[in-house]
Nanobody, 119 residues
Framework: QVQLVESGGGSVQAGGSLRLSCAASGSTFVNYYMGWFRQAPGKEREFVAG????????RYADSVKGRFTISRENAKNTVYLQMNSLKPEDTADYYC????????????WGQGTQVTVSS
């Protein structure tokens, strides 16, 4: 059974940094596509960043390009989201998700971790 567990959220002032972690278990993830999403209060969930586990190909939402970096550590089955130059509009619950290459939608989701950025 696939499990994704996020950690690393918290409160930070604008301009600060946080690193989110997503520990994956229950499968061999080498063929998965991993993504980070976020949902702010009263807003729809949105894509933030994604990475292909086997070759490290990455993709970012325009709103975070140049500030956020997604990476993975194969030995630990962990995906990271390094968030720098944080802005109040980055405040949201952040979710890790995993998608099989044959799937059009994300198959597995973590429970989320909260990020609050104050001005």
């Amino acid at each position: 059974q696939v499990q994704l567990v996020e950690s690393g959220g918290g409160s930070v002032q604008a301009g600060g940094s946080l690193r989110l972690s997503c520990a994956a278990s229950g499968s061999t993830f080498v063929n998965y596509y991993m993504g980070w999403f976020r949902q702010a209060p009263g807003k729809e969930r949105e894509f933030v960043a994604g990475i292909t586990w086997n070759n490290g190909y990455t993709r970012y939402a325009d709103s975070v390009k140049g500030r956020f970096t997604i990476s993975r550590e194969n030995a630990k089955n962990t995906v990271y989201l390094q968030m720098n130059s944080l802005k109040p509009e980055d405040t949201a619950d952040y979710y890790c998700a995993a998608r099989l290459p044959t799937s059009l939608t994300y198959n597995y989701w973590g429970q989320g971790t909260q990020v609050t950025v104050s001005s």
